[in-house]
């Protein structure tokens, strides 16, 4: 009977508490399914099975741009919600979900939840990442060397391609010297092996089930990680994925480049001007309340890990997206457009400048277009704020979740025409809402937390884009012209919904030259 008292009793406290929650909170008058209002778990569960991103999307479509998708969480999809949450000032904060991009234990810049704190440790390198610095100099030539390299791989190829592998090849290559010189870049596009092993890292899938755990049970995972001994060997059944985990290897390569730069000599250091170097000026020996050896590291590693699928994934979409029958019409203009760059435009391996191609308007709208539809983080970024404020109307009660993402603001019908077509063509049709177009795009975030990349990855993408279609033509190969490839993103697969099918982690394609 006791326990029939207490069963009742919890019961009626749960329902009470659901009831609170949903009925009478400040978010009760925000639109959206009350089954996501009354418990975190139905977006839980989205997450699990990798949908979170389309799921909310949907939620937009059905709802309008505000909805409530949990007790405390609250998805936007307008401007005026953008400059309220991810503008200059705002004093939205980034929540506990940064956590886990943590490294080594240490918290980076990505990771920082105050704006204070970010702006502290981007003010240490922020110069290293200006586009002046990105369109001439040493940095350029990192990048058309790097492009060169991929050519020679593909001519070596035979002009046929797994272009997610090699594109990683290419990333990794660029991010690796711009961050260490000559003290931990790799050569994966020389065909070092050792070097190749570190995308393994990447490409195996368990890694979505290990972030959907370190989100949402992160207390549990890291104890379960823990363990050792026979309790270890125990826990080794319940691992969300096996050792070693998710960038294990890259973040192992990282470490050690940093420690071969602390023990060089002065006068080998002083030969790079790579951004370590930049780093390690701020370094507590040489200045009193400078950072360590260990944040350098974890700076230097969240870096690394940030400039590696982001720039490849975009390109494999963009290649592939060219290459695609239906797109033969942007490929034919891209070609033309860079085989029209002039002779005085290209380096002495014959490569097109970076300072160039950022002047190619063509080539900027294909780019343009590849990130709005294929953004290499299209999920949420979540945020919270101590205070209450004003979004949209609603008053958003302190500590709320409120989040955004790429997918959703790339996808409205009133902004881009016939969202779900890859059509470069619209970025330089002056009979689209130009003005409107430019304020939605979205694919390297804004405000104070803006990419610091960007500018490094642009070069990347128009200088390999434009070395590849002076000379080439591509065409996909098997099945790749109606299947589409899938990159992993957090817990989700991400890939283009109107094909047959997908692929994760790979893309085939033809390179002929033309």
């Known amino acids: 009977m006791a326990l029939i008292l207490i069963a009742a009793f919890a019961a009626a406290f749960l329902v009470y508490h659901l009831c609170i929650s949903t009925l009478f909170s400040p978010l009760a008058r925000l639109p959206g399914p009350k089954s996501f209002a009354l418990s975190r778990w139905k977006l ?46 705002s004093g ?54 790097k492009v060169k390299l991929y050519m020679d791989l593909l001519e070596r190829d035979g ?7 090699t594109l990683h090849y290419f990333s990794l290559d660029t991010i690796t010297e711009f961050l260490y010189g000559s003290f931990g870049k790799t050569a994966c596009l020389e065909g070092l092996g050792r070097d190749r092993e570190l995308i393994g890292d ?12 370190a989100v949402h049970f992160p207390h549990f995972t890291e104890w379960l990680y823990s363990l050792t001994g026979f309790s270890g060997c125990i826990a080794k ?52 309340n400078g950072i360590d050896d260990l944040d350098i ?15 490849s994934d975009t390109l494999m979409f963009l290649i592939w997206a060219l290459s695609r029958p ?23 391996d014959g490569i097109p400048r970076v300072d160039s191609n950022d002047k190619l308007p063509y ?29 949209d109307g609603y008053t958003i009660p302190p500590k709320t979740v409120v989040s955004m993402a790429p997918y959703s603001l790339h996808r409205n019908p009133e902004v881009f025409k016939n969202p779900t077509k890859f059509n470069p063509d619209r970025w330089l049709d002056p009979s689209e809402n130009l003005v409107d177009m430019k304020k939605w795009f979205w694919a390297f975030s804004s405000g104070g937390r803006m990419c610091i990349g960007m500018h490094l990855a642009m070069a990347e993408m128009t200088t390999l884009v434009a070395a590849v279609y002076r000379k080439y033509k591509t065409t996909p190969m098997g099945d790749f012209g109606s299947v589409s490839p899938g990159i992993t993103g957090r817990y989700e697969v991400f890939y283009d919904d109107s094909c047959s099918g997908m692929r994760e982690h790979e893309c085939q394609i033809e390179f002929t030259p033309h």
Request: hydrophobic share 40%; proline share 4%.
């Open 297 to 311: 590291a974890a700076e230097c590693a969240d870096h690394l890990l940030a400039g590696i699928d982001t720039t």
């Open 159 to 165: 002009g046929k391609s797994e272009i997610f592998s």
């Open 237 to 288: 059944w319940l691992y969300p994925m096996q050792l070693p985990t998710t960038y294990t290897g890259i973040r192992l390569h990282a470490l050690k480049a940093t420690q071969n730069y602390a023990i060089a000599s002065a006068s080998a250091r002083a030969g790079t001007s790579a951004l370590i170097s930049r780093l390690w000026s701020h370094h507590h020996s040489e200045k009193p």
């Open 202 to 213: 990447i490409i195996d899938i368990a890694r979505r089930k290990l972030s959907w755990y």
């Open 92 to 145: 939205f904060e980034r929540t506990g979900f940064y956590h886990m991009f943590e490294v080594y234990g240490r918290k980076n810049m990505f990771s920082f939840a105050t704006a204070k704190q970010h702006g502290e440790r981007k003010k240490l390198f922020a110069a290293a990442y200006a586009k002046s610095v990105m369109l001439k100099g040493q940095n350029a030539e990192i990048v058309e060397n």
């Open 44 to 89: 839980a569960y989205e997450d699990y099975r990798g949908t979170r991103t389309r799921k909310i999307n949907s939620l937009h479509e059905q709802y309008g741009p505000v909805v409530r998708i949990g007790p405390s969480e609250v998805t936007f999809n307008s401007i005026t919600a953008l400059r309220a949450i991810y503008g200059a000032g």
């Open 326 to 348: 239906e797109n033969k019409v942007f490929q034919e203009k891209v070609i033309e457009e860079v085989c029209n760059i002039p002779e005085e435009s290209l380096n002495s």
């Open 363 to 391: 080539l900027d709208a294909v780019i343009k277009e590849t990130l709005r539809l294929y953004a290499p983080l299209p999920g949420s970024e979540p945020r919270s704020l101590p205070s209450a404020a004003t979004i």
